[in-house]
Structure formats: structure tokens, C-alpha cells
């Protein structure tokens, strides 16, 4: 990567392909070579796009009012407030457009910017009354637009919704059995419980024999968590309800264990796991413990004819031609994609694999928040069967890594159904394999402030049989979909019967295909899970 320019200043320099405002009367972007500088002169945090060889800035951004959204792997679109004399310093929005050179240097520029806001925003505080000194925006105000916020602690407030979560016998049995086993790591410590809900992991930490914990709940659940321990009083006096977003709320002491439940489907949704992150670094202690402590994205191709037979049949309805005396066909083809940029979250039978799972790994313990902003994981599976692939199937699991039992909760395919069921990711334009042929391909998440992600899918075919050598793509399809917005079709799984070839070609064990992560530090413990889990997933895949 060439990347960020200069070696004095190489973090706060980036080279462009492209600026353009979006107010401009003409759309033509800059032409000579263009830079953009972080700079702090005067102690007035901005952002800068300007000519490499000229020192007057062309566009002056202000840093701490700016938001940088993505439009694609390589381009951007940078939103802040402006004010204009000539109208009385009347604030304004001010829109620029940027195209980065290539995808690396795009990511490095979206980490340096939320980095070098978040210090501007630490260092632009409001004076009150009283001569003491806060911060005017939490980082989850700053990240989350304010009505998936309310929607998000309005759903989370409602005793229905805990009530299915606790109901999920998977879920809550396995965190009770996690914490009860390594009792040895709660005895005599500090606990925090990171969104609390309705308090029953704060409940079990007491049990285990906490000496303290820190029940953290921003929505209106934390009244009805407060007297749920109340009820409890053998366990009510060690526990301790804070109404507040983890992002904002002060503790008294630092924590030994975090607990939380920050899973959403596909692990990632609702962007919980970055208010986990951000409790690690603020309330925990250098050698504490988090449980779960790491994650795990399981992702296998899968065919799957009578989904995509009913995610296409529901365009049909735009096909008539005499609805009402109205033509609805010239609708058809956008009815159609829209229908297939959604996410199905249902349970179905592992036998829809065509090849062996690979994983990515989130360690929490270790990632950074700005990791979870943005996902890349390259794709490589060795298909087993001949097969037309629909999409991408996913699940997750996640490690109690406690000293006495290390404990695994998966949502695996062929394991007791949880409430997050799996994912699949299908494709409008499927694609066909032969047994032993290569798929490879890039899932590609980026986080949006709607509390998602959006999922960026795509899969090829490598060339098989006689010129295989020279690894042409001999098919490829893409597809672009909205985490947020799934097909709920949770149906449990179907009885599928075995195609002729699959009977022949069994699925190697999940040990045989490379980690596909980054985080290769934790190789050794991610390939070693606990027993139960090792025996589940031989299970589902080796006795296809």
C-alpha cells in the first residue's frame, strides 16, 4: 500500500484519486493530485482536502461535527456543519465525495478518521455552571442515528421480548452453566454485566459467588431488573442495577469479569459487541476475564432449490401486466433484487452444505472497536458435492473461557435451535459446482448507524478438470444485503433427501481447511474447542 503519505507525518496524510462537493453546481471532481490532512492548528481539530503541491486548503472539514459514510470499497461521502457569514454564521450541512485509489487505503483513512474525531471530541468539552467540565456526545450518540436508538432500547424494554430470550433454554442454560462451573474466576470478584436486560446473568455472577456486581441497562428493563433482584434478597445486596449506556455511566471500582450477552444474528448485528468492547477498555482490570471471551463466524456454501424457488416466486405478483388495469411489469426486476438483498434467518438441515465450513474469528478480549466498523473475510471452500450453489450459509459460536471449564454456545446447523437460528445469504443468480471443484470469494460487512451491517457477497468458480492449473473464474455472482432488514422465515429443517453424488462424496472434517482471520494468535485455542463442541460439528459435517 502506498497509502498515507510521508514519513513525518504518515498517520495524518492520505493521497486520493478524487473530491468532489456534492453542493458544487458542477459534479467534476478535482483533477490535480489531492491529499487530505488531519490537522489541529490553533486547537481547531479539521479535516483538510486539498492540492498536494499547494498550501491553501481547498475544503476545510470540521472534524468534530463530520460523519464519514461509506458508498463502496472505494468510495466515500464525508457530512459536516458549516456556517456562512454572509448569513449570519447560519449552520449548514456540507457534503464531499471522495474516491480513494484502492480498498486499503480507503480503511486506513475511515480508521484514522474515527480515531483522530474521537480526539477531537474529547478535547471539545462544554463549561457548566458549576465549573466542572463533560463531554457534550456519548460514542454511541456520536455512531447510532437517534430513531434506530429508540427503537432498539424501546424493543429491549419489554418483558415479552426478555422473556423470549431467557426462553431459549440453549442460550440461557449454557451461560448458567458456564458461570456455575468456574465459580473459582466469580468467588470474591468484582462483575460487571454489560446490558443487563432483565438481570438473570447479574443473578447467576451472585450465585457463583461474586463479590459485587454491576448490573449496566440503558433501556426501561433495568426498573424491571432492579426488581427481579429484589426479589431475589439472598443475592439483591451484592447487586448493584445502573440505568445507563455503557458508553456513559461511571462505576465505583474496576470489574475482574465482564458478562454480557452482545450477540446478534450473525453474531455481529445490533452492534452490541462494540459497547462490549468499549466496557473492556473502560471498566476492566488489565487481567480480567470477559465471558464469551471469543466469537466465531462459521460461513459454507449451501443449495437450497426450494428456497430460491420462494424468494423468487414472490416478484411474481409485479409480473402482471393488467393489475387494476395497470401494467405493474416495469417493477419487476427491482421487486425481484429486493427480495434477494434479504438476509433468511431460519434453522435448516446441514446437509444443504456443499463443502466444509470455514470460520472467522473476533477475539474480544483483544479487538478493537473500529475492527467491528468494518469485516472482511476472504472466502475459499473445496466443494463435495456436484451442486447449483444459492448463497452462503452462516452461523456462530461463542467461548466461555473459564479456568475450571472452557464452554462453547453455537448456533450451528444440526444443533439444538436457538433463538438466532443461522443465516443464509442467497443469491439472484446461483452458481454451479462440480465435487472437488474451488469457490472462492469475499464476504464484506460494513456497519451502518442503523445498529447492521451491510453484506457484501460474493462467489466465483475456479476452473476444474483439464487447464485448471492457469485458475481461471469460470462463473461469479455478487450480491449486496441488508443485515437489518432480514426474511424471517425460521422454519425448523426439512427432511432433504441425499443427491446420488453426495452419497459418494463425503465433507472432510473442519480441522482439514485453513483459518480464514486475521487473528492468528489464537489459532492454537480456536482449533481445540471444548469436547461437546468438536463432537457437534464432526457430527453435522462428517457424517454427511
Request: include cysteine; glycine fraction near 6%.
Amino acid at each position: 500500500m502506498e497509502g498515507p503519505i510521508g514519513q513525518k507525518e504518515k498517520q495524518l496524510e492520505f493521497a486520493l484519486a478524487s473530491v468532489s462537493e456534492l453542493s458544487s453546481a458542477s459534479s467534476a471532481a478535482q483533477s490535480k493530485p489531492l491529499v487530505a490532512r488531519f490537522s489541529a492548528d490553533f486547537g481547531v481539530a479539521e479535516l483538510r482536502f486539498q492540492q498536494e503541491s499547494e498550501s491553501i486548503a481547498a475544503i476545510n472539514v470540521d472534524l468534530p461535527t463530520a460523519k464519514l459514510f461509506k458508498l463502496g470499497p472505494v468510495q466515500s461521502v464525508c457530512i459536516s456543519e458549516c456556517s456562512d457569514s454572509s448569513k449570519e454564521q447560519t449552520a449548514y450541512s456540507r457534503g464531499v465525495n471522495v474516491q480513494f485509489r484502492n480498498e486499503e487505503e480507503s480503511r486506513a483513512f475511515h480508521c484514522t478518521f474515527e480515531q483522530k474525531k474521537k480526539e477531537a471530541l474529547q478535547g471539545k468539552q462544554l463549561q457548566l455552571p458549576n465549573g466542572t467540565v463533560s463531554d457534550t456526545r456519548s460514542k454511541f450518540d456520536d455512531k447510532i442515528e437517534p430513531s434506530s436508538s429508540k427503537m432498539y432500547f424501546h424493543y429491549y424494554g419489554q418483558l415479552l421480548h426478555q422473556q423470549n430470550m431467557l426462553q431459549d433454554y440453549v442460550r440461557t442454560g449454557t451461560y448458567y452453566a458456564a458461570v456455575i462451573e468456574n465459580r473459582s474466576d466469580f468467588i470474591g470478584r468484582v462483575v460487571v454485566d454489560v446490558g443487563a436486560g432483565s438481570g438473570i446473568l447479574s443473578l447467576f455472577a451472585a450465585q457463583a459467588g461474586a463479590k459485587h456486581v454491576y448490573a449496566v441497562e440503558a433501556s426501561e428493563m433495568a426498573e424491571y431488573a432492579q426488581k427481579l433482584i429484589a426479589g431475589n434478597p439472598s443475592l439483591a445486596q451484592r447487586i448493584t442495577v445502573v440505568k445507563g449506556k455503557v458508553e456513559e455511566v461511571e462505576l465505583p471500582e474496576k470489574a475482574d469479569i465482564l458478562i454480557s450477552e452482545p450477540m446478534g444474528t450473525l453474531l455481529v448485528n445490533e452492534r452490541m459487541l462494540e459497547s462490549y468492547v468499549i466496557a473492556r477498555d473502560r471498566f476492566l482490570n488489565p487481567y480480567g476475564k470477559m465471558f464469551p471471551s471469543v466469537g466465531r463466524i462459521h460461513m459454507a456454501p449451501f443449495s437450497d432449490e426450494y428456497l430460491f424457488i420462494e424468494i423468487a416466486n414472490k416478484a411474481l405478483f409485479w409480473q402482471q401486466q393488467n393489475y387494476y388495469g395497470v401494467d405493474l411489469t416495469s417493477l419487476y426486476g427491482s421487486a425481484f433484487q429486493g427480495y434477494f438483498s434479504q438476509p433468511v434467518v431460519d434453522a435448516f438441515d446441514p446437509r444443504l452444505l456443499v463443502a466444509p465450513p470455514i470460520f472467522h474469528v473476533i477475539d474480544f478480549m483483544k479487538s478493537k472497536e473500529e475492527q467491528l466498523y468494518e469485516i472482511d473475510v476472504p472466502l475459499r471452500f473445496i466443494s463435495s458435492v456436484g451442486a447449483r450453489v444459492h448463497g452462503l450459509a452462516c452461523w456462530f459460536d461463542v467461548l466461555f473461557n473459564g479456568s475450571t471449564v472452557q464452554r462453547w454456545l453455537t448456533t450451528a446447523p444440526g444443533a439444538p435451535t436457538t433463538h438466532w437460528y443461522q443465516l443464509r445469504c442467497v443469491l439472484s443468480q446461483p452458481i454451479y459446482v462440480m465435487a472437488g471443484q474451488e469457490i472462492t470469494g469475499r464476504l464484506h460487512m460494513i456497519a451502518h448507524n442503523a445498529q447492521s451491517y451491510t453484506i457484501y457477497l460474493t462467489l466465483s468458480t475456479k476452473m476444474w478438470g483439464p487447464g485448471a492449473e492457469q485458475e481461471g473464474i469460470l462463473q461469479t455472482s455478487s450480491c449486496k444485503l441488508d443485515l437489518k432488514e432480514p426474511y424471517y422465515r425460521m422454519s425448523q429443517p426439512q427432511a432433504y433427501p441425499l443427491a446420488q453424488d453426495q452419497q459418494q462424496h463425503q465433507l472432510i472434517s473442519t480441522q482439514d481447511i485453513p483459518i480464514q482471520s486475521q487473528d492468528l494468535e489464537e489459532a492454537e485455542l480456536m482449533q481445540q474447542p471444548s469436547p461437546n463442541s468438536d463432537a457437534q460439528l464432526n457430527s453435522i459435517m462428517g457424517n454427511v
